[in-house]
């Protein structure tokens, strides 16, 4: 088959509606107002593959959505960017999952949030004959796709795998969860490179430190190379025989939703270029830091040249050790 994608994104789509930044949240029957209130795409499936097209990669989502208003505008904003929709299902079931984020400039974001056709997206859903064509499979927001359980997950990993598609899981884990490991621990061993950020990792380890999180994880799959992002704190990459932490690049975070996402693009798009992991991580940790700097998870995701500029104008700090 002629290779057409370098990338199969697969995961969950939302539509978000974001406000921006209010001075406080009001109290019950009082009115709040902000200078802006705008829709924007959402979701791990959205979000990759758009900073993916940005760095000049061919890319295609596989997901899920509503057949109505909002799902119209996530297929029409990934397609705008040149991310190839054809292989997007419509639900007859649910409408389209949809967040409303609510910015405060001194807390943290506030989140309402609906599953809609995102609960709805099964293996039936995949199209594994068009997957063969990629060189990368990234799977995004497993853990709040409940038709995608672990037994599916294992099988579509196991296919990339079985064709030399390299892997990558991203996760979601809503804070109620314990002893998460038991929904991955399968998928794990499929896995060429696993995405938690530190919190997530907290919940599917037990374990507080990166250090001990990224360990644990390595007794599913030795072969595995995990990375654990931690915000502002950088990152850490771990394999059988290195670690690797990474600072972050410094700027001024407008609303954080999106950088791990554009995070995980940069990483991606050094992987199937085959780069040094260190030039990886600084691709990676610049559309990472990209992402927050305006409202919306994509509209300050830089493009290739402003990433190559970014990077040659501005240091983080990468040191490497043996194990």
């Not at 902000?34 to 593959?49: K, M, V, Y």
């Not at 884990?173 to 794990?188: D, F, V």
Request: charged content about 25%; aromatic content about 6%; glycine content about 8%.
């Amino acid at each position: 088959m002629e290779k057409r994608i370098d990338v199969v994104c697969m995961g969950i789509l939302v539509a978000d509606i974001l406000t921006s930044p209010i001075d406080r949240i009001p109290e019950a029957g009082q009115l709040a107002s902000a200078d802006e209130i705008f829709l924007s795409g959402g979701g791990h499936a959205h979000n990759t593959p758009i900073s993916l097209a940005r760095l000049g990669a061919k890319v295609a989502v596989m997901g899920k959505v509503g057949d109505d208003l909002f799902g119209n505008f996530v297929i029409e904003d990934l397609r705008k960017e040149g991310v190839d929709t054809s292989r997007i299902t419509i639900s007859n079931k649910y409408g389209t999952s949809k967040t409303i984020t609510i910015l405060t400039p001194c807390e943290d974001r506030r989140f309402i949030h609906t599953t809609g056709a995102n609960a709805d997206f099964g293996v039936e859903d995949i199209d594994y004959e068009y997957l063969k064509q990629a060189k990368v499979l990234y799977v995004g927001g497993y853990g709040v796709l409940p038709k995608l359980d672990e037994d599916s997950l294992v099988e579509v990993l196991k296919f990339a795998k079985e064709n030399d598609i390299i892997t990558l899981l991203d996760v979601v884990i809503p804070h109620t969860e314990s002893n998460w490991i038991n929904k991955c621990k399968k998928a794990l061993k499929f896995t060429d490179f696993f995405l938690p950020n530190n919190d997530e990792a907290k919940i599917i380890t037990g374990q507080t430190e990166p250090e001990e999180q990224a360990e644990q994880l390595l007794k599913y799959n030795p072969e595995i190379t995990v990375i654990i992002t931690m915000g502002g704190n950088g990152s850490l990459v771990r394999t059988k025989d290195k670690i690797i932490r990474a600072s972050s690049y410094k700027i001024e975070v407008v609303d954080g939703s999106g950088g791990g996402d554009a995070f995980s693009a940069g990483l991606i798009f050094g992987l199937m270029n085959n780069w040094n992991l260190i030039d990886t991580l600084k691709l990676a940790s610049a559309m990472g830091a990209s992402a927050v700097r305006k409202m919306g998870t994509t509209p300050g995701v830089f493009t290739r040249e402003e990433a190559t500029s970014f990077i040659q104008n501005n240091q983080i700090k990468i040191t490497h050790e043996k194990r």
